[in-house]
């Protein structure tokens, strides 16, 4: 149902108020994170900023940064029009099966203490917590195949 595809210049002004919403913005931060996504991706050849999209409609935003130990970390925000549709876990099972991601043995993401949602996502999808909350207050989460 999702398509991944390289995230573009042309994505920002659709994702951009996206990081207005106020949950958006208390777990990843303001309209810049889409940017810094693509700059990011464009700069290092394991940087990965994907748009997830619905019959052309982008409706997910994921990066993933690719290490050389074959893991890597994903951070994922939806449309926030479209949450508790199942957007995320099948963004995220889009993730799991992409080709450019076949090497990769390990995924993990930090997961703010107090945001049950991601939590909860991941916890459907297999992942499971690697520790207790870091000084930051995060939680990793990491799926091993």
Sequence with gaps: MHDLHDLCQGH????APWFDDPVTR???GGRDWAENTLLLAKADTNRHGLIASIEGNPVALLDVEVYADSSASFAIVVDPRLRQRGIATRALKAMLEFTRFAPVSRFFAGVQHGNESSARLLA???FTPTAKPSEQGFIDYELVR
């Design 12 to 15: 920002l002004p659709q994702i």
């Design 124 to 126: 459907r999808l297999g």
């Design 26 to 28: 208390r777990w990843l």
